[in-house]
């Protein structure tokens, strides 16, 4: 059966600027700019790592030892982040649904399933419907980001087959995992995302490699953060940010399945890189190399994947949901005093 993909499908890799820890006002622009992908005619539209609300980048700059500063960071980026699903998630629903693109957001995630005060380095995907289609949580987190970010696991490691092919990706350095890019191989993945903090070489390289390795379309898309981006207000910007202008440049690409580019890597300004992808050129370029058909070997090498989730207590307790409800009760003048309702849940949304 022939595939039923578009024969082209145009992409967009946007390159923007967070405000920095401020979830509400980079939601405002993440949703502009999905609007702005899907009016010049993209389906999809992908937004760099841990986008909402800020890519935590103080942690490659600030010692470890300084403790009490670190904090102080954690704590705002805490209280910005995101719930999932949560009303972030059905915003960003609303805008994908409107402008008629898929999306791949890379958020700062709350463990909500459990204490609700550890970060998860994660990518959202969602639909042009409007659905979250799934959640990938960074298996793990690179050098400094340990001290900010969980390790994930592979339950949401998978890939999605959607109306303009099937779509799959990995965060930054778990790019250098081979088994974790040999899994979305497999798994059939045509357009491979890699939003990221990394640039320049050897990252660019790297990007040009997994498109010749996997015959895969790849999106590599980073945020440009200039120093005048961190507000005065952070001690941080002085006492440990180096004295450069740019903190990151950017170098978002987009790149063929002959490791070519199709659009070159973009530094030092905000910008929406757009490229057509010819979908018939996967077929072909599979007759030298197909990685996960006749170029595997899996009477050779066989390889296991855990994809279940490991919560922190298998059964666990119950969460019980005491909030008051007398203020919005008396508010609509419907106050019963002698009735009172419990519910249990294994998760709420603290936001």
Known sequence: MADTFPTVVRVAAVQATPVFLDL???LDLACARIEEAGRNGARLAVFPEGFLPSYPFWSWF?????????RELYDALLRESVTVPGPVVDR????????????????????????????????LFIGSDGRLLGKHRKLV??????????????????????DIGRLGGLICWENY????????????????????????????????HIAKEGRVFVIGCCSPVHRDDVPDSYAFKT???PDAAWINPGGSTIIDPDGRFLVEPVTEREDILYADLDMGSLRGSR???????????????????????????????????GRSTLEDASESGEVDRGHTSVTTSASTDRR
């Open 141 to 162: 987190p690179t050098v400094a980001e340990r001290l900010v970010h969980g390790l994930g696991d592979a339950s949401g490691l998978a890939v999605y087959d959607l």
């Open 239 to 241: 006492a440990h940010l």
């Open 92 to 123: 960003l629903g609303h805008a994908a649904r409107a402008a008629g693109v898929t999306v791949v957001m890379g958020v700062n995630e709350r463990n909500t399933e459990a204490s609700g005060t550890t970060l998860y380095n994660s990518l």
């Open 177 to 208: 995992m081979p088994l974790a890019r040999w899994a979305l191989y497999a798994g059939g993945v045509q357009i491979h995302v890699a939003p990221t903090w990394d640039r320049g070489e050897p990252w660019i390289s790297t990007l040009r």
């Open 62 to 70: 600030i010692p470890p030892y300084r403790t009490m500063e670190l």
């Open 287 to 321: 007759f030298q190399l197909d990685v996960a058909g006749h170029y595997g070997r899996p009477d050779v090498f066989e390889v296991t994947m855990h994809t279940d989730a490991r919560p922190m207590v298998r059964g666990g307790v119950a969460l019980v949901d």
């Open 24 to 26: 509400e006002a980079t």
